[in-house]
C-alpha cells in the first residue's frame, strides 16, 4: 500500500476515536463534538488543498479558487451549531470528492487516479457516514 493510501486510512482514526468519546461522555475537558468538528474542517481543508498545483499556470487559477471555497466552508463549520456544521461538512466532503472526480475524467488512462479515486471514494463514504452518526446521536 502506498504511503498515501496508509496516511489517508489512518486519517480515519481521530474520526472514530473522536466521534467514540463523544458518545461516551468520558470527562475529557474538552468539547469532544467541537473536537470532531474541528479535526474534520482541517481535513476537509487539507484535502481542498490538493487542488492546488505546482504549476503557475492559469488554467489552475479555476482550482485554487475551489479550493479556497472549500476552506472557507470548512471554517463556516466551525462558527455554528453542531447540527448545522456536520450538515456543511458533509456536503462539502460530497462536493469535493465530485468535483474532484470530474477533474480526474479529464486525466484518464493514469493508474494512479483510479488508485487514488478509489481510496477517496472509500474514505468520503466512511467520513460521510460518520458524520451522519454523529448526527443521529448528538
Known amino acids: ?25 468520558m470527562g475529557l475537558p474538552l468539547d469532544a463534538k467541537q473536537v470532531f468538528i474541528a479535526y474534520s474542517a482541517i481535513i476537509l481543508s487539507f484535502v481542498a488543498g490538493t487542488l492546488w498545483q505546482t504549476s503557475e499556470e492559469r488554467k489552475h487559477d479555476r482550482r485554487k479558487i475551489v479550493s479556497n471555497i472549500f476552506c472557507l466552508f470548512a471554517f463556516l463549520s466551525l462558527l455554528v451549531n453542531q447540527h448545522l456544521a456536520l450538515m456543511i461538512l458533509v456536503v462539502n466532503y460530497i462536493l469535493l470528492f465530485l468535483y474532484e472526480s470530474k477533474l480526474a475524467k479529464l486525466n484518464q488512462g493514469h493508474d494512479r487516479n483510479i488508485a487514488y479515486m478509489t481510496m477517496r471514494l472509500r474514505l468520503t463514504s466512511i467520513i460521510v457516514l460518520l458524520h451522519g452518526y454523529a448526527y443521529y446521536l448528538w
Do not use: D, E
Open 1 to 25: 500500500m502506498r504511503t498515501s493510501q496508509t496516511l489517508g486510512y489512518m486519517g480515519l482514526i481521530p474520526f472514530i476515536a473522536i466521534l467514540y468519546v463523544s458518545i461516551n461522555n
